[in-house]
């Protein structure tokens, strides 16, 4: 499922006495689809230590989608544009010319460069282990929320889709009999055509069984009844199943599967083009359902 949170804190630098100067602590989280979980982190090298509490935290909450997890921590104005000691700048100049002197066509240091090494250099060591979980919770939160949204969304239009489901099927029920009648009348008018002999002549009673049994045997063949019972069958365990909530997708999958099943049954069992309209529309509507019951946790 699809979903978006932010959050972001003060937090002071290591040494500060003030809270919430110095530093910012962010983190963004991004859902889309995916019918399994995926993981991925893009974290601040300071942060990267942290990924295992953080993979456990989005795994205790999240069952699916591709999640992508970015962390990062940046300075105030002041302290982004606060002037090194000379000793940094000198040690990085130093740094600087062994590195050339071994690899002479290296690009120089740029300023922006100097004063991210000088930075690095100078700041000490921050905690963030009590700091970016609390924060994580609090996005995580916010995307669970978000992605409980679209799934009333999603439950809503699945529950449309049922209800056409089951209006064709009320559609194919009747149309059986009728197909079955039609069909026994025509297997007799072919077997009065092939056993005559002359205009007026009577059928052999032999022959009316055959004719009687080949039109019994197409009715078994067109009987569609059981896949109309299971097809229904389906509807109900997947209506119950969005009634219930909770981690849902994959018995929805399953059943998606199943309707499918029931409906290519229902197809190649036609003997009517009306039967074939009913099965397309039902593969239609029940397509539609997969791709979103896909996203469903």
Avoid at 102 to 123: E, F, K, Q, T
Avoid at 131 to 140: D, F, G, N, T, V
């Amino acid at each position: 499922m699809t979903g978006y949170a932010s959050a972001q804190r003060g937090v002071a630098a290591a040494g500060d006495d003030k809270d919430g100067q110095g530093r910012r602590l962010g983190l963004e989280i991004r859902s889309v689809n995916s019918r399994f979980l995926d993981l991925a982190f893009r974290l601040s090298d300071e942060l990267r230590a942290h990924e295992p509490a953080l993979r456990a935290l989005l795994t205790a909450q999240l069952k699916r989608g591709k999640v992508e997890v970015r962390a990062f921590v940046d300075a105030d104005g002041a302290t982004a544009l606060a002037e090194p000691a000379p000793r940094l700048l000198q040690r990085v100049s130093a740094v600087q010319d062994a590195v050339r002197s071994w690899l002479p066509d290296a690009a120089p240091l740029s300023v922006a460069d100097a004063l991210r090494l000088c930075a690095n250099a100078s700041a000490p060591a921050q905690d963030w282990s009590e700091s970016l979980p609390a924060l994580a919770r609090q996005a995580l939160d916010d995307l669970v929320a978000a992605r409980a949204r679209e799934g009333e969304r999603l439950a809503a239009m699945l529950h449309d889709r049922l209800g056409q489901l089951r209006a064709l099927a009320q559609q194919a029920g009747p149309l059986v009999p009728q197909l079955v009648e039609q069909q026994r009348q025509r297997f007799m008018e072919r077997w009065r055509e092939a056993m005559q002999l002359a205009e007026g002549a009577a059928v052999p009673e032999a022959a009316q069984d055959r004719a009687l049994t080949e039109a019994t045997a197409f009715a078994i063949r067109i009987d569609v009844a059981e896949e109309i019972t299971r097809l229904q069958a389906h509807l109900d365990e997947i209506e119950r199943l969005l009634k219930k909530g909770g981690e849902i997708g994959k018995r929805l999958d399953f059943l998606i599967q199943e309707l499918h099943r029931e409906a290519n049954t229902l197809g190649s069992k036609s003997a009517a083009m009306e039967l074939t309209r009913i099965s397309v529309d039902m593969k239609v509507l029940i397509e539609q359902m997969r791709e979103q019951v896909q996203n469903i946790e």
